[in-house]
């Protein structure tokens, strides 16, 4: 089983590790391949996305399914939340059996967000963590910026995306954003389901 993965960049480079562990300890032998390929700010869209995701589907590494992952908040308004997001990315790609549109409501960051405790640790401040289920988080704040403000609240440094994303998800469970995130675990869901192995309830 061969996947290619869509992602917009920094942030899902530094929770690629992490996603092959939790998955190596679910699949073992039958652990698929996953490419992860970034467009460093957002993933194409319309007839471009399309292109993309058939070339590949068709290209000689023999792609069996390709998966893209995008935030709902992209600096543009194309999304509303995240059913949105992936109605569109449906629509553009067209009826294609081997597409799966992922979206993280309303930033990747929202899923570090149960690792609050991790967070105040790097950041060197006691900030309390946003209120309400991570994936709900915003309120014209979104989970970047939230982790961005207690880095800087902190002023130890500034929050870099791949250094302080791979060292908040560095040795963490990842089932406790799981079980937090409901579109985090519709993503993984979708590599298990590809993989013919029981899903996360």
Known sequence: MKIAILVEGKTEKAF????LNFLQSRLQQQMPKLKFISYDGRIPKEDRLKR???NLLASQDNYNAVIALTDVYTGTNDFKD????????KDWVGNNPNFYPHAAQH???AWLLPYWTTIQKLAGHNKSVPGGL?????????????IKEI???????????IRDGQAILKNQDLMVSVNQCPELKAFINTILSLCKVDLIP
């Open 16 to 19: 690629k590790p992490i996603l």
């Open 52 to 54: 993309i995701v058939e």
């Open 82 to 89: 995240a059913a949105d997001a992936k109605a569109k990315m």
């Open 107 to 109: 930033d990747f960051e």
């Open 134 to 146: 991570p994936e709900q988080v915003n309120h014209g704040n979104s989970p970047a910026y939230r």
């Open 151 to 161: 880095f800087a609240l902190g002023k130890k440094r500034d929050y870099n995306k």
